[in-house]
C-alpha cells in the first residue's frame, strides 16, 4: 500500500517537473517571440529612415539634372552668363580686378 503511494508520488513529480519545464520552455519562447517583433519594428523603422533619405537625395538630382539639361540648351552668351552666376554664387569667385566687399555686421 505504502508502494503504491510513493508510486504515486513520483508520478505526480514527474508530471509537475514536465510542467515546469514546458511552463518555462513557453516563456523562454514568448520572450524570444517578443525581443523578435520588437527587433525587427526597430530595424523596419531604421530601414523606412533610410528610404526617406534616399528619396530626398534623388528629388535633388533630379532638379540638378533639369537644371543641366536647360544649360545644355542655351546658346553662348546665356552659358557664359549662367557659369559666371554660377562661380559667383557658389564658389565666391569675382573677376580680376574686381573689389569685393564683404558685410562682416551680418546684416
Keep these: 500500500m505504502e508502494r503504491k503511494r ?6 505526480s513529480d514527474g508530471k509537475r517537473l514536465i510542467k515546469a519545464v514546458v511552463s518555462a520552455v513557453l516563456v523562454v519562447f514568448a ?32 532638379v540638378k539634372n533639369d537644371e543641366m539639361k536647360q544649360v545644355n540648351e542655351l546658346d553662348d552668351s546665356e552659358n557664359d552668363a549662367y557659369i559666371e552666376r554660377v562661380a559667383r554664387e557658389e564658389f565666391d569667385y569675382s573677376k580680376q580686378g574686381e573689389r569685393v566687399f564683404v558685410n562682416v555686421a551680418g546684416e
Excluded: S
Design 6 to 11: 510513493k508510486d504515486r508520488r513520483k508520478r
Design 31 to 62: 520572450f524570444y517571440v517578443v525581443f523578435t517583433l520588437v527587433n525587427q519594428q526597430v530595424e523596419i523603422a531604421e530601414k523606412k529612415a533610410q528610404l526617406e533619405e534616399i528619396n530626398e537625395e534623388i528629388v535633388i538630382q533630379e
